[in-house]
């Protein structure tokens, strides 16, 4: 029995990386009947049934250390958000969603300001001060131009799995493209009428940038669910609240309509970011509106 990871999925075939090497696999019987089904970035337990032609069957799914449904993939170590800050115009609620996704999830976040190169307007620093402010890492791209682009990224997916996730053509695909010679995928040009991008990424796929290093793009999106969030727990997914909330006079406190909110009072001293505050009302007024259908 073998130990490997689950690199891609395709029509019920599982595509399970074993020391560099490919298996085609096919899950046993008794995970169609347990109702497992194994996701991109699963470490799985696999039988060798012919080292010739690389095919397997997958005996058990190894515990996951968390997952994410859009896309399907487990045991994310990071997700590095891609927006461009022109071409597609940035919705930073979307940003925000994805974000608060991956706070619930116990994920790191980096954020990615691609076609910096496009902005004369100084828009992409007011995007980059925002997310840094709050902590987060942030990295100001031109995707098609940046000669050290593997130099500036590699530190911060070295050793981590990590899921590279934005709207449709922001330059996902071109990052990928460029730090690794061997990742071949298809870029997509924008939409001139539309002025968002086409979908080009067909299937989920972990691809390895060096040893424990893999990095996924994922299909594009117009938008997010973030209904498996309850409500009052969303607050915890905007981390910048933290540093306020355990002064508010009551510890249900959401930060919304309640009296002695200490973020409320942070959010008037300019402390935290207004438009991220209005996506968190809008998020939480979405969940809430799920909820009550």
């Given at each position: 029995?073998?130990?490997?990871?689950?690199?891609?999925?395709?029509?019920?075939?599982?595509?399970?990386?074993?020391?560099?090497?490919?298996?085609?696999?096919?899950?046993?019987?008794?995970?169609?009947?347990?109702?497992?089904?194994?996701?991109?970035?699963?470490?799985?337990?696999?039988?060798?049934i012919?080292d010739?032609?690389?095919?397997?069957?997958?005996?058990?799914?190894?515990?996951?250390?968390?997952?994410?449904?859009?896309?399907?993939?487990?045991?994310?170590?990071?997700?590095?958000?891609?927006?461009?800050?022109?071409?597609?115009?940035?919705?930073?609620?979307?940003?925000?969603?994805?974000?608060?996704?991956?706070?619930?999830k116990?994920?790191?976040?980096?954020?990615?300001?691609?076609?910096?190169?496009?902005?004369?307007?100084?828009?992409?620093?007011k995007?980059?001060?925002?997310?840094?402010?709050?902590?987060?890492?942030?990295?100001?791209?031109?995707?098609?131009?940046?000669?050290?682009?593997?130099?500036?990224?590699?530190?911060?997916?070295?050793g981590?799995?990590?899921?590279?996730s934005?709207?449709?053509?922001?330059?996902?695909?071109?990052?990928?493209?460029?730090?690794?010679?061997?990742?071949?995928?298809?870029?997509?040009?924008?939409?001139?009428?539309?002025?968002?991008?086409?979908?080009?990424?067909?299937?989920?796929?972990?691809?390895?940038?060096?040893?424990?290093?893999?990095?996924?793009?994922?299909?594009?999106?117009?938008?997010?669910?973030?209904?498996?969030?309850?409500?009052?727990?969303?607050?915890?997914?905007?981390?910048?609240?933290?540093?306020?909330?355990?002064?508010?006079?009551?510890?249900?406190?959401?930060?919304?309509?309640?009296?002695?909110?200490?973020?409320?009072?942070?959010?008037?001293?300019?402390?935290?970011?207004?438009?991220?505050?209005?996506?968190?009302?809008?998020?939480?007024?979405?969940?809430?509106?799920?909820?009550?259908?």
């Open positions: 029995m073998h130990i490997g990871k689950v690199i891609k999925a395709i029509s019920g075939f599982f595509y399970v990386d074993y020391e560099g090497q490919i298996y085609e696999c096919k899950g046993k019987g008794k995970l169609k009947k347990d109702k497992i089904i194994p996701f991109v970035g699963d470490d799985v337990e696999f039988e060798v012919n010739k032609t690389k095919k397997g069957i997958i005996e058990k799914v190894l515990e996951r250390e968390n997952s994410l449904v859009r896309p399907p993939v487990s045991n994310v170590d990071q997700v590095v958000i891609v927006f461009a800050i022109k071409n597609p115009t940035p919705n930073y609620l979307v940003l925000d969603k994805i974000i608060a996704i991956a706070e619930s116990g994920v790191e976040v980096t954020i990615c300001i691609n076609k910096i190169d496009l902005d004369d307007t100084g828009e992409y620093e995007f980059y001060n925002r997310y840094k402010n709050v902590g987060y890492e942030v990295f100001k791209l031109s995707a098609t131009s940046d000669n050290d682009l593997k130099e500036k990224l590699m530190p911060i997916l070295k981590k799995t990590s899921v590279f934005g709207p449709s053509g922001v330059g996902k695909s071109t990052i990928l493209n460029t730090l690794h010679k061997d990742i071949e995928m298809e870029t997509g040009e924008i939409s001139e009428k539309l002025k968002r991008g086409k979908h080009t990424t067909r299937h989920v796929e972990l691809f390895s940038l060096d040893k424990d290093t893999f990095v996924l793009d994922t299909p594009g999106f117009t938008s997010l669910e973030v209904y498996d969030i309850d409500k009052e727990d969303l607050r915890y997914s905007f981390v910048e609240f933290l540093d306020y909330s355990d002064e508010c006079k009551y510890s249900t406190c959401i930060h919304i309509s309640e009296p002695n909110c200490k973020v409320k009072e942070a959010l008037e001293e300019n402390k935290i970011s207004k438009e991220r505050y209005n996506n968190y009302i809008s998020i939480y007024n979405e969940i809430n509106d799920k909820r009550r259908k």
